[in-house]
Each structure stands twice: as C-alpha cells, then as structure tokens.
C-alpha cells in the first residue's frame, strides 16, 4: 500500500462528518484509510481522541489497527495520546461500557462470559429446564428422540438467533405461534437462568447494551461520550448490533461504516447484509456519502480479473432490484505479468492422484528457488476437517511438506494430548469397569481413550521414565480403594504428571518457544490443563472425593472430553504470525479472511450452494423485524456461495491455482467435480503442466509479517516475571491455567469491596457506607466471586478478609472529602509496546494529588522486602507520570497502603521524584525486553513463591533444586 492516498481514498480520509459509507474492496488499502481517517479528524476537528470510536471484526484486527493508529500517530503531541482512542470489536467496546454502567443492568459483579463451547454445555446441564416445554422440539426443528447434547446445541442456535435479532421473551409470547410461543418461554427461561448464573454469553452482551441504551439517562451519557464513529467489516454486523450502532450515533451522525458485501460470509452466525446495503436509506435522501475503494494494490492484474470475472457469471438482480454494490476492482498497476498467474493444479479424471500432481508442482517451484519458503503458500477450503482435506495433508505432510492447519480438528490425535488422557486414564483404573452405565450401552469415544491409555502403558514399558512408572503404580493403587478426600483435583494429578520427562521434555525452553509449529505440543499440553480447569468450575470439583469419584469420572470421560472429542478442538494461533515460516498452510476460506498469499490454492470444488437458513428463522424475520423481505429466499444460498469463494479467490497475490480430484461420476453417490458452479471459470484455465515456471522473471511476495504492538501490564507482566521468570513463561506466556487461586481470592475481594466504597464516596453518597451496608457489598462480591471461581475462603480467613475492609473504613473515614478518583486506567505508548496499569485510588489534599495502590497483606519488613518494594516503587513513579500527563495535574506522593496492617501506620509513602522517570522507565523497558526475547533464565529460584506454585514439581525435577 503507497503513503499517498488515490482519489478515492482522499475522500475517505477527508470526509469527517455525517454519515459515510465506504464499499471496499479487497486489496484496496481500507486500514490505510481508517488509520488516516483517524489521524484527519483529530487534526482537523480538534476532537479528543477518547471521542472516536473505531470498531474492528476480531480482536486481532483490533491490535492491528491500534497498532498502525499509534505508529501514526505517536509522534504528535497536539492530537493527544492515540490509546485514548475505543478501539475493539463491538462486544469489546459494548462489553466495557456495560462493566461502567453495570449498576443500570442486571449484570453483577464477577460475571462470566460464556464462549461457545461454555454456552452449550450450560444448557446441557439445564436441559431439563428446557424439556418440557410444550413444541419446544417443533421450534428447534428438531425430529425424533435427540440427546441431550444435540439438543443442548440446537437451543443454543435458535437463542443466539433470537438475540442476534433484538427480539424480546414478551414479543415471542404474545404470537399466537405455537412455535414462537415455546421460543419465548425457552426465551424466558434462558434469560432467567444467567441471571441466576451471572453469565453473559457473545449474543446476550449485545441484548444487554440495547437494553442499557433503552435507559433515557443512561443513553444519552454514552451518546454524548463519543463525536465519531468508524465500524469497518459493516457487512458481517447483525440486525441488534445496527440497533446499537445507529443508536450511537443518533444524535450527531457522524458514522462511517466500512465493507464489501462481496465479501459477506457470516449470514450463519446471524450477519445481515441488507445492513450495508440499505445503510444509506437510513438516512434522509442524499445525506450519506458513498465511495467506493475498487483500485487493487494486492493481486496481479490476471488474478482481479478472474475474480471479477467470477462475480459476474451469477445473476445479482430480481424485479430490478440489485443484491450487491455494483463495482469493478482494478488493478493499481496496469503492467502485464510475465508469468502465469491463474491456473489449476488437478488430478485427472479416473486416476486417484490429486496429492502427487500438486506435491510434483510444489516441489518444481520449491527447487527451482521460485518458493522461497513455504509459507508462501496457502491451501484454502470451505472446511480443513473434511475427511478427504485431512488425508490429502497427511499426503503431503509425508512427502515432507510440512502443514500447519490448527483448526483441522488433530488436537487429540496429537502424542502429548493422548499421552496424558492415557496417564490420566491409568491413574484411575477403575472406569473401565464403570463407564457402561446401562446394557448395551457404548460410546464412539472409548475406543479414543482405549488406544491413549495403551500408548501410555506402552510409553512406561519403554523403560524411558522410570520414575514415572513408580509414581503413577502407587496413585493408581491409591485411587482404586480411595476412603477419603485427597488434597488435590484433576487438575493437581495433571501437574503431578509435568514433573516427569514423558511430558516435561514438552516444555524444554528450546522447543516451546521456538515457534508455532515446534511449540505445539507445549501449546497443546496449556490448552489441557485450561480444559481440566473448566471441566472442575463446570463440576465443582475441588479435591477427589472417595464419595463422588465414579461420578466424576462419567462425567469427565463420558460427557466432558467425549463432547471435545465429538466436537473437535483448535489448536494455538499465535496472532502474530498467521503463517509460520516453513509451513504451507491449510485454512478454511472464513479463517483466510483479510489475510493474503503470494499462491494461493483453492480446493473444495466439489461444493454447491447451500441453505444456510431455517424455515423458523423465516418465520421470525416476517414476524418480528418490521421490514418487508430482503432478498429472495430462493436465491440467497447462491449469492452466499459467490461471495464466499470470491473471497477466496481475492487473497491471492501473484498465484491463483484452482485445485481438485476431476471426477465423472461413474455410479451413484458420486459427484462432478468440478461442480457445474465453477465451470464458467475452470474450463478454460490450463494446467500448470502446460505453462512455463521460469524463476527469472517470477518474484513472488514476501508473506508480511503482522505488525502488532503488544500491551503488557505493570502488575500482571512485569511484576509477575520480576518475581519468577518461569512463572511468568509457564502461566503468561504458555498460557497454563493455574489451580492455586485461594490467594488470589482473598485480595480480590478486598479490594473490590474497598472499590464499592470508594464509588460511593465518589458518586456523593458517603451516607451508605454503614456497616450495614460494607457487610453487603463484602457478601454479593463474595457471593458472586465464588460463584464465578468456584473457590472458596475458610470462615477464618472470611472474617480476616472482612476486618481488612472495616478497618480501612475506620481509619479512612474522616478523609474521604479527599478522593478525587477510582481505578484509574492509564497507559504508556513506547515504540515498540504499550504498557498499562490502573491506579486504584488517586485523592487530593490543597491542590497536593497522591496515588494509593492497595496491598491486601500485612506491611512488609522495610529491609527484608527491599527488592519487591523496590518494584512497587517503580511502578507507582510510572503511574505517577502517567496520572500527570492524562490529568495535566502533580502528584507530591505515592503510597502502598497495606490493609492487614492492624498496630502500626499501614502506609508506606515515597516523594514523587520526577528526575527519575526516564531511568525507572528504562528498567521497566529492560524488563519488556527480557519478555520478548523469552529469557526466562533463573539464577536462583524464588522459595517464597514457590511453596503456592503449581509447577513446583516440574522445577523440583527441572533446576533440581538450584
């Protein structure tokens, strides 16, 4: 993308007020424009950059976006600091301001935000709530007796559907529709039940922000907070979030959407293209501004033209009315290629040798220098999990082309996972024996589990791991005659088992962080023990009970695991290399989405259109949008089917090679293929065998390396690797999920009962904080914590947490005319990271401003504790100078006040010394530095943090006690 912008592009950029909508297509520079855009209307409008709002698809592109918006404008003092600015997806930006307007909801404190596979186990274990409703099954579309686990996912559709579309229990139960009056009560009951949980999931943040927008008072505030917006990917928004989004901006207009209907693949998550298409007619006539971005700056001239060539061979219109902007993307540079651009690599007809002719093509450019590293190349299919795409892999991948293709469905294929289901399996012999809960009963699964736990017993035989062997004999005896409760859960046992080499050679420095594709079984081994973890919150388990334990166990291997299993699994992604150098990768066309490739290779043209859309689904947009119908029923799956594989086609650079097994059905249950869809396109494109490949005159693109300006925390990033560096590698950077958590319990519920008061205080309603009053905020965020972690305090330490609180309120309570404010965000913009951190408390004495950060601990020894005071030293000066900047006010002091202090002073106060800013910033910045080189070296190990950390057994074993 050049620095200056084309005609088009300049009317982006220089168009700031009212509404704007942009059709983009792909390749055409429209995060050039965005970024721009940004920078313009704070250059211009002298607006600050908390007032803009920029919303993105995914939370990658969002990074990305800040990103680039920070490297624009970092430099410019006047426009103010860049990370201001609300940037996010839309539930991310939703989902913070329902957190700041959280008391006009129903949402409490500690929610939990359910993802996809949460949500539907939730409603598994609540089916019974949903059962009985009368015509339930005829709502869902459901035929015949159906588990509960399908039917657990089928509700889980049509509920997110019914979010996704603003419709309300009440609108459902007053149709006369037997099927709309049990999707109310299953509605009704729905809603009731997260409430109950204090659960959120994706669909219901979006129900939750309309409804917080319905508020008069509330709306207006949040209308009021921002003068701009910007929502790119405008094609893949549904019917609520344009609610909202038109909502914002009511009241000053001043909203730029961005989008390629072309492009629009998300109708099944509940997307809507009429909200692109109609966005103007939202407007009086002639008020919006539409431009379309059409000049191409990623695919050589051939490959544009195929695809629009593509796009034109279906018919768009019906009663004269068009379904799509009409457009033609051209080529930024005109030149002629001097190599062959679109072609087909393809097995013949009657033969059986589709992998051998595209391993003969890859293996021509990889040696002729024309492929200069694999991961230049990109296979792109409507799924990766299809049986004939996995083989066709391993096909490949045995010809020693190596494949990276994290969602294809191998996570339990893979030797690390089984290993430990295996070892996981002999510490408990006795399911085996139980796993049949009625005759004749089996399941798919067992079969799964019986070749890990023959893998495991095989890996002891080897003799590799004696001291493995030992350990797992004597617990397995153990749990087979267990009497009494053990102190540990699953989760504890998986740990236990990281400590041998049979999995602890997994997380060798030089291999888990030594790439995506070598870090996969470390990766793999951190999304377990994520997965353990979410199976004991689901089950609440917390230590291994003799009286439940069968109990768990069916529920752990018989529904958990075999539901992941059944399901399938994606493996890690690292956000900042999409393809790993040395690796083709296998995506399906959704993942390929905004990314490019020098060669791109479609596959899947066997496919045909098909019906995304129920006839319920039908029914609910006739009855409760409000709108006439959109486009033709009939010819939507056709549509859906252009534009997904146009995308496809579109993210190629200097390659576009169409590739398929030819086959003429000889018999039934087979098909053409190509199907008839592609044959407009594929007929007259030649074989790669009949072109000439000559590596001077082809220079294939570099894949781009994602530019991603990574945030790191003062508290949870910095102190945390000060105060172990393995910890910090383990828990932060592989992402293992920690057992341990009854300390971290303890400080969060101090502080945020300290929080409630300090609000109040704030809002001017000192009156409330009574005891009366302290004892309840104290109770529901206890409540709602343990609710959440299903952790829980000893009434001891509960009383001991409590007189924290009240004794703080006794010693505070005189001064409270001196908070200014609360839980403060803050954030540092460096060149090549941005560190943030929150102060908790900032108060004001005569115009003399002092930070507080809290400790929930007794005050430390002064000279014992020097090095950890130290740090919190450091991290309060940063606070400090980021408070004054943001504020433009002084900080005079900066305090460590330790609520379990009861004798003494619990504050420790420093001066604020300005002069030492750049030097505490400078150690902050050797830190960072130490985090992204991974040198996680120990010169000693850290005994206090050690007696509480989970992998103390693994560095018992792994630093022998250095």
Known sequence: MKASPNHAQAQVIATTGGPLLVVAGPGSGKTFCLVERVANILRSTGVAPERVLVSTFTEK????????????????ESLGNPLDLTVGTLHSIFLKLLEEFRAYTRIQKNYTVLDQFDQQYFLFQQASEFKDIEGIEDALGLRGPQSSWRFAGALMVWLNKISEEGISAEQLLANETPEMLASGEAYKTYQRLLSEYNYLDFSTIQVEMLRLLDNPEVCEQIQSRFDYLMIDEYQDTNTIQEKIVLKLAEGHRNLCVVGDDDQALYRFRGASIRNIL?????????????????????????????????????????????????????????????????????????????????????????????????????????????????????????????????R???????????????????????????????????????????????????????GDDPQIKAWVAGKAKQHLSLSENTNYPFSGLFYDLMQFPTFSRFLDEGIAHSGVRDSRPARNLSKLSRLLNKYEYLYNVIVIRPDRLERDLLTLFNFFFRFLWDGGIEEYEDESEYAPSGCVSFMTIHQSKGLEFPIVIVGSLDAVPRKQYTDMEVMLEQEFSGREP??????????????????????????LVLTCQENTPKGRGQRHVPSAYFRPVYDDLKSWRDLKFDPHTIDLAEVKEVDIKQSYSFTSDVLVFEGCPQQYRLFKDLDFAPVRTNAILFGTLVHQTIEDIHKAVLRGEEGKVTPEQITSWFDVNYANLTKKERVYLAEPVLKIAKRHVTSYVDRERAHWHRLRDAEVELSLLKEDYILTGTVDLVQADDGSFEIIDFK????????????????????????????????????????????????????????????????????????IHDIVEKNYGLSERPERLCKNCDFQAFCDMTFCKV
């Open 61 to 76: 592109a969002a990074k990305e976006l800040v990103t680039r918006i920070t490297s624009r404008l970092g430099g410019i």
């Open 278 to 406: 109609e966005f103007p007619t939202r407007f009086p006539a002639g008020e919006c501004k539409q431009v379309r971005l059409t000049k191409n700056y990623r695919s050589e001239p051939p490959i544009i033209d195929f695809y629009n060539r593509w796009m034109e061979t279906t018919d768009w219109t019906e009663d004269d009315k068009s379904f799509r902007f009409g457009k033609n993307i051209e080529p930024a540079s005109a030149t002629a290629t001097a190599h062959p651009s679109v072609f087909k690599v393809v097995g013949e007809d009657g033969e059986d040798n589709w992998a051998e002719e595209t391993l003969a093509f890859l293996k021509n450019l990889r040696s002729q220098g024309i492929i200069k590293d694999w991961n230049q190349v990109a296979f792109l299919f409507r799924s990766v999990r299809n049986p004939k795409v996995v083989a066709f892999a391993n096909d490949l991948e045995a010809a020693g082309i190596p494949i990276y293709a994290p």
């Open 408 to 462: 294809s469905n191998m996570f339990f294929e893979r030797t690390e996972v089984r290993l430990m289901i295996g070892a996981l399996l002999f510490l408990f012999p006795q399911y085996g024996s139980i796993r049949q809960t009625r005759e004749g009963m089996t399941l798919q699964v067992w079969a799964f589990y019986d070749a890990c736990l023959a893998e495991f017993i095989d890996c002891l035989k080897s």
């Open 630 to 655: 959109f486009e033709p029923m009939g010819r939507i799956k056709t549509f859906d089917f252009w534009r997904l594989f146009y995308t496809a086609f579109s993210r190629a650079q200097n390659m």
């Open 856 to 927: 929930s601990e007794k005050k430390p020894d002064l000279i014992d504790e020097a090095d950890r005071l130290s740090r919190y030293r450091r991290q309060l000066q940063i606070y400090a100078h980021l408070l004054e900047e943001k504020r433009e006010v002084e900080v005079s002091r900066m305090t460590l006040y330790y609520t379990g202090e009861e004798a003494g002073n619990p504050r420790i106060t420093f001066p604020r010394e300005t002069t030492d800013v750049e030097g505490t910033i400078a150690k902050v910045d050797s830190v």
